[in-house]
């Protein structure tokens, strides 16, 4: 009889822990699953801004990798389908055992890349989560560490999870994630990104997100003055440089970083005119209504969209109280040929190129903004008002 109880008391506690090892099992496998079909999915309505990622990646990296430029777009919609499918697979249960797989060698590839990243810092931030979750390089290995952690469990104990499904149904399913997440990727790549994380989004106000409010912290600068006399030179500071000391010759000036400020959302924007004057500020303050295209590079442009820009430019010249600018980061050549080309007579202003691939994801694309607030946004394959 006390033989028996002990066996039974065994047993209740081994069940027990069975079923707390399962809970824990489960809790990870959410945790794991929704990371990733939130890194996929971010990515996944915005290619372009991917695309871009990798290719600042590879321009950073250097020499042989720069050559691979031309597969950034594909490798984006390849990495985000990837992400999505380990994701929604772990989530709910498909392929278990396969997605815990495919997880563990994503995040053996991801962890010593991004440990590698993190110490060399060849770009600001590591683009996992998009523009939705910007997280600076350490943080980013940090996460990658705990996910590592999360998926050996998951994978050691792969043979505890059990499917809900048949193999035929699992396949199918599978692929029906496949394509639905190609689909979002090429659909979002043709228009816009279904939901706009960046500072330009329909709705926001520039001049007012180019401003750092009252009580913000400024960049804070150390200054040194490089004097010579002698044929010697000496750096001083503010407060011990050679004012009245005539036998001092004043050869430059520097200025170093020691604090980081407050960056308010919008603060790299400028207009130039083709006359190099800065306009940002006439553009922003306009009362009436004003088109922005964006056309970052005119090499890259749809030229019949460009041709066919021309009509809405005529447009705002004949209505006298809608303006109409054309902002670029291409040289004079390249708009002198493509007016060569097509015949268009519209001037061009020019913004840095980083700026204009961040306002909009297409190339052109078209803003409305009235009194410096963005009123709409369109890819030019969604443009009617030509």
């Not at 600001?124 to 952690?149: E, P, R």
Request: aromatic letters at 14%; proline letters at 4%; glycine letters at 6%.
């Amino acid at each position: 009889m006390q033989f028996n109880s002990y066996m039974k008391r065994d047993r209740g506690v081994n069940a027990g822990a069975h079923s707390k090892m399962n809970v824990l099992l489960s809790v990870l496998r959410l945790v794991f699953g929704g990371v990733f079909i939130f890194s996929g999915f971010v990515k996944a309505i915005d290619p372009l801004g991917s695309t871009y990622k990798i290719q600042d990646y590879l321009t950073a990296f250097g020499g042989f990798f720069e050559n691979f430029s031309v597969l950034a777009l594909p490798a984006a919609i390849a990495l985000s389908t990837l992400e999505l499918l380990i994701g929604l697979a772990l989530f709910f249960k498909i392929h278990v055992k396969l997605a815990t797989w495919g997880g563990l060698l994503f995040m053996l590839f991801m962890t010593p890349l991004t440990l590698y990243i993190a110490i060399a810092n060849p770009v600001s931030d590591c683009g996992c989560f998009g523009d939705a979750v910007v997280i600076s390089n350490t943080a980013t290995f940090v996460k990658n560490l705990f996910l590592l952690a999360v998926i050996l469990i998951l994978f050691v104990n792969r043979n505890r999870q059990h499917a809900l499904f048949t193999p035929g149904i699992e396949w199918g399913v599978l692929l029906l994630f496949a394509v639905a997440a190609v689909g979002v990727s090429v659909h979002c790549y043709r228009h816009l990104p279904w939901i706009d994380f960046r500072p330009y989004k329909v709705g926001v106000n520039m001049p007012e997100s180019m401003v750092v409010p009252k009580g913000y912290p400024q960049d804070e600068y150390a200054i040194t003055f490089v004097y010579e006399k002698d044929g010697v030179q000496k750096e001083f500071t503010l407060e011990n440089y050679p004012k009245n000391d005539s036998t001092w010759t004043f050869v430059d000036q520097k200025s170093t970083l020691i604090s980081k400020g407050y960056e308010p959302p919008i603060h790299d924007f400028t207009i130039e005119d083709e006359y190099w004057n800065d306009i940002t500020e006439d553009v922003l303050s306009y009362p009436g209504y004003t088109y922005l295209v964006i056309v970052y590079d005119l090499d890259k442009a749809n030229e019949e969209a460009l041709a066919r820009l021309q009509r809405l430019y005529n447009r705002c010249v004949l209505s006298k109280d809608t303006k109409f600018y054309v902002l670029t980061a291409s040289s004079d050549e390249s708009i002198e040929a493509l007016r060569e080309k097509t015949g268009i007579s519209y001037p061009f202003c020019k913004s840095d190129p980083t700026t204009l691939k961040t306002i909009i994801r297409s190339n052109p694309g078209i803003m409305l903004i009235k009194n410096g607030t963005i009123e709409a946004k369109w890819a030019w394959r969604d443009f009617t008002g030509y």
